[in-house]
Structures are given as structure tokens and as C-alpha cells.
């Protein structure tokens, strides 16, 4: 298990941006396939992005050319970078891990994640 930690969310208007990081424990960090995951109110968790240990990067459909990830293995952290932001964004989003996939980077089994971080975009 890694040891996720996120910060960063906070209340924003429709049409501004905001960076997320997700700061993670261990000398291994590198090697881990890294995700944003949200969840909304009544709603399942929703795969948001991942990047894997080579750069390699997917998102999904409903934020693909808003949403950036990125990592920064000397600091041990992920970012999203979130821009263009809409009310449907609106969610407790969480920091994930893992090291198993199974064909695509959002197919990745996440088994270490962090307490999450709300992110509130009004209209």
C-alpha cells in the first residue's frame, strides 16, 4: 500500500480552472500506474484520468481536452490540471494507485487511494 494524499479543491465558478495534486509516500513511487477518480452525490465513482509509469496518459470521454494529468517522479506527485470547468464537474475527487493493468491504463486495478478532495464549480 502507498499513502495518497490530495489537495488543492476548493469552490470555483463555471469556466475557471483548478490543479489538483496528490503528494504519495514510499521510494517506489515511480513505478506505480497513478489516477484521478470522482465521485458525485448519488452517483458511482467515475474514472477521470491515469498515467502510467512510462508518461503514458488516458482520460475519459467527458473531460478529455480539460483535464491534464501529470507526475512528477522526483516529487513523488500527480497533478490534474482542471480547466474549463462545469457544474457536472462538481465531485469528491480521489487520488488512486496501482500496479496491475489489464490491457488499458483506466482498466487499472487501484488498490491504495487517497481520502479524497472536493471540488465545487458553481454557475
Known amino acids: 500500500q502507498v499513502q495518497l494524499v490530495e489537495s488543492g479543491g476548493g469552490l470555483v465558478q463555471a469556466g475557471g480552472s483548478l490543479r489538483l495534486s496528490c503528494a504519495a509516500s514510499?521510494?517506489?513511487?515511480?513505478?506505480?500506474?497513478m489516477g484521478w477518480l470522482r465521485q458525485a452525490v448519488g452517483r458511482e465513482r467515475e474514472f477521470v484520468a491515469a498515467i502510467g509509469s512510462s508518461g503514458r496518459t488516458t482520460s475519459s470521454d467527458s473531460v478529455e481536452g480539460r483535464f491534464t494529468i501529470s507526475r512528477d517522479n522526483a516529487k513523488n506527485t500527480v497533478y490534474l490540471q482542471m480547466n474549463s470547468l462545469k457544474p457536472e464537474d462538481t465531485a469528491v475527487y480521489y487520488c488512486?494507485?496501482?500496479?496491475?493493468?489489464?490491457?488499458?491504463?483506466?482498466?487499472?486495478?487501484?488498490?491504495?487511494w487517497g481520502q479524497g478532495t472536493q471540488v465545487t464549480v458553481s454557475s
Open positions: 488512486a494507485a496501482g500496479r496491475y493493468t489489464y490491457g488499458s491504463l483506466r482498466n487499472t486495478d487501484f488498490d491504495s
Open positions: 514510499g521510494r517506489t513511487f515511480s513505478s506505480y500506474i
